[in-house]
């Protein structure tokens, strides 16, 4: 068995969803469970539509409820012609629609919305979706059945964000879900979507579905994980800084979690944590490019010293320095208290025996931050700053790649320089306006120029 997830762009359209449909039967033979997203940009509408309401715009509220009923109806009959399959479906999907605008309609009565109405409104997104594919599956020949989303993914009550409960999702994908792979049918669901004990409709927070599909292979234990979505996989660096970045065959998961936090938006790591840990690996692929090669992310891929660069801009440098920090403990505890009262996460550190110096990303909290670091040394602040990274396993085993590094950014000022402990990250602060040339010729170092076919 394996999990096959498309992304809201391999769900944009009847001709998307075609392209869907003929790589889930080039799957065929392994037994795969498919995840949709929402088609893209519908989860933003709905939520839009929520707000909208709740503030009393019912016109503007419905005009999108009518778009996002035509956008689905349209493909639909693209995709299903108009046979009694596609009378079935056009009608559910109707019955559905009509169901948003009537909450749309009482949440605009109420002048209120609760985040459980917000999360009835937000699943509508996949429910739809889930449906329209499953249907177009079977119409492309597929013994393609739709499941319930929130006949499996149980979670808590935390409306907007809610909290997956694994046993119960072990326990219904076993039941629901297993024996109709067993029984040669390719079951279809909408990710993001979930609900309580009491089946109440929840979400798992944005971008769910990846999270969907990870939580359910993990139940499952499939053989692997496939998330579709526009791009290649991951790249060695941001292709709109270093235009001849290439893609990372294999990638450990420690690694692609690093990148993530550098903006790789390509997936959150943590959502397909659930799925990794037990062994089971997750490939990036492009729906556009079915044959291409993707990114396969593991756990134990190989450690190499350098496998990506990344880059920050807008970072903001904060230094305390103190003589009084000399041979005295506590001091870093109550620097980092101060960084953890404002809710200020700290990116890089790098410390000396009288020095602290950290970076932040996030400057909404900077004033009151910086009058409670004052008690505690000389502050200093520099903006402007960025981060470059060097991401790579095997970094700390690399005697060289630091020296490579530093003297490929030939002379540019470097502020702070930190080696995570694991290894994994090298860390250099520059100035902003270096990060650009800094990416470029650190990519050129590690990866060299490819020369344009
Ligand atoms: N449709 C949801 C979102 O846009 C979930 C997902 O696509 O992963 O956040
Ligand atoms: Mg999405």
Redesign the pocket.
Known sequence: MIVVKF??TSMADAAAIRRAGEIVRSRLDRRPIVVV??FAGV?NQLLHIGAQAVEGQLVPAMASVQALRDRHMTEARALLGDGPEATALVAELSSMIDELAALAEALSVLGHGTPRAMDKIAAL??QLSSLVAAAAFRQMGMAARHVDARDVMRTDDRFGKAEPQADEISDAARRVIAPMVRAGEVPVLG??VGATAHRITTTLG?????YSASLLGAALRVEAIEIWTDVDGMLTADPRVVRDARLITDIRFDEASELASFGAKVLHPSTIAPAVKLGIPVYVFNSRNPTGSGTRITFDAPRRAVTAIAGKKSVTVIKVRSARMLLQHGVLRHIFEVFERHRTSVDVVATSEVSVSVTIDDVSNLEALLNDLQPLGDVSVERNRGILALVGAGMSDDSQAMARALAALDGARVHMVSLSASGINLTLIVDGDQVDTGMQRLHAAFFGRQVAA
């Open positions: 992304g809201g997203s929402a989860t997104g996949e990710g993001f944005r971008g769910g579905s990846d």
